[in-house]
């Protein structure tokens, strides 16, 4: 099996590094094709107005100037043309993708655009708390457990699963559940402050999620006791119940 590891965090990311190790223990014939800087929350965009360069580190290992998506895109198009990608692995995030931060991510995204691609895609994304260290090894020892089983039983094609993990160590992490995407009661900070010359600017910060929401089977509720969360998307934002009844209202 061929696998595509790619991240929004950027090639020297220590998430990437996590989930190269788990692609590893899959397959010899494991690719790295990621952004060389940090692209979090540059969600699907594709460069467009720029010339995109990809450096080549080795072999399987390729930096790109670009968005996840163009990661994605290039090796594809590209890079990996000749042999391209039977799985693309995501992540793992810095942080978690859980409610509407999939559709900030460049984690989802990048998975998105392999879906787009006909590849089978899941998107990893390690919770933590602000100032206390990583469990980067809760990530390796439960993807390492769960991949096995979602390869083997395979999902349908355009459908991307994005996988949590919650902000304890392995061993205290109480299973898997597999879950419906939940919606934040967002906080966005915004802060204000000026610059060396007198100006203002504006730096959008950390979304804080109100803790412990209260959505029951939900990616945020199962993180936040303890469980890795397991969320099946697509890219189909029609909303059923809507198109429903305004095709009754409209047509
Ligand atoms: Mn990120």
């Not at 699907?44 to 072999?59: A, F, G, Y």
């Not at 198009?77 to 793992?92: H, Q, R, T, W, Y």
Request: hydrophobic residues 40%.
């Amino acid at each position: 099996m061929r696998i595509l590891v790619t991240n929004d965090d950027g090639i020297d990311a220590p998430g990437i590094k996590v989930l190269e190790r788990i692609a590893r223990g899959l397959s010899k014939d494991v690719w790295v094709v990621a952004p060389e800087t940090q692209q979090s929350a540059s969600s699907h965009s594709l460069t467009l107005h720029r010339p995109l360069r990809s450096r080549r580190i080795s072999k399987r290992r390729h930096a790109v100037n670009g968005t996840p998506t163009d990661c994605v895109f290039l090796a594809f198009n590209k890079i990996m043309a000749d042999g391209p990608p039977d799985m693309v692995l995501s992540g793992v995030n810095d942080g978690p993708n859980v409610g509407e931060d999939v559709t900030y991510s460049g984690t989802i995204a990048a998975a998105m655009e392999a879906t787009l691609f006909g590849a089978p895609a899941v998107a990893f994304s390690q919770a933590y708390g602000d100032g206390r260290k990583h469990h980067w090894a809760t990530a390796e020892q439960w993807a390492g457990r769960l991949l096995p089983m979602l390869i083997e039983r395979g999902w349908p094609k355009r459908v991307l699963i994005n996988v949590n993990f919650p902000d304890l160590p392995a061993a205290d992490v109480r299973g898997i559940r597999v879950v419906r995407q939940g919606l934040h009661a967002l906080d966005d900070t915004l802060e204000e402050r000026i610059d060396p010359r007198g100006r203002p600017y504006y730096w959008i910060g950390a979304q804080l999620p109100a803790a412990g929401s209260g959505q029951r089977g939900t990616d945020m509720d199962a993180l936040d006791e303890g469980y890795v969360s397991v969320t099946p998307l697509h890219m189909d934002l029609t909303h059923r119940r809507t198109l429903t009844w305004l095709r009754e209202v409209i047509e």
